[in-house]
Nanobody, 118 residues
């Protein structure tokens, strides 16, 4: 059974940095894509933040985080990271790790809260 464990969320001030981590285990299929989504306090859906395909490390970022957030991964450990720099109040959200495995199934973590407040 796929297990996805996120860590690194918390309370930060505007302009600070934070790194989220996501460790994946229990996959029977190769991981095709890893990444992060977020759900705002008043949002109904999870919005893409940053994703990375595993074959070629191609990345895609939301416009709102481009240049501030960086996604990376440790392929040997099936771990994906989100380095968040110059954090803004509008980045306050629950951040979810997401993977897509080779069978086409999307798997989600339980989410980690990031709160930006001065």
């Amino acid at each position: 059974q796929v297990q996805i464990v996120e860590s690194g969320g918390g309370l930060v001030q505007p302009g600070e940095s934070l790194t989220l981590s996501c460790a994946v285990s229990g996959t029977n299929f190769k991981i095709f894509r890893m990444g992060w989504f977020r759900q705002f306090p008043t949002g109904k859906y999870r919005d893409l933040v940053a994703v990375m395909t595993t074959d070629d490390n191609r990345t895609k970022y939301a416009d709102s985080v481009q240049g501030r957030f960086t996604i990376s991964r440790d392929g040997a450990q099936d771990t994906v990271f989100l380095q968040m720099d110059d954090i803004k109040s509008e980045d306050t959200a629950i951040y979810y790790c997401n993977i897509i495995t080779g069978d086409g199934i999307a798997h989600w973590g339980q989410g980690t809260q990031v709160t930006v407040s001065s």
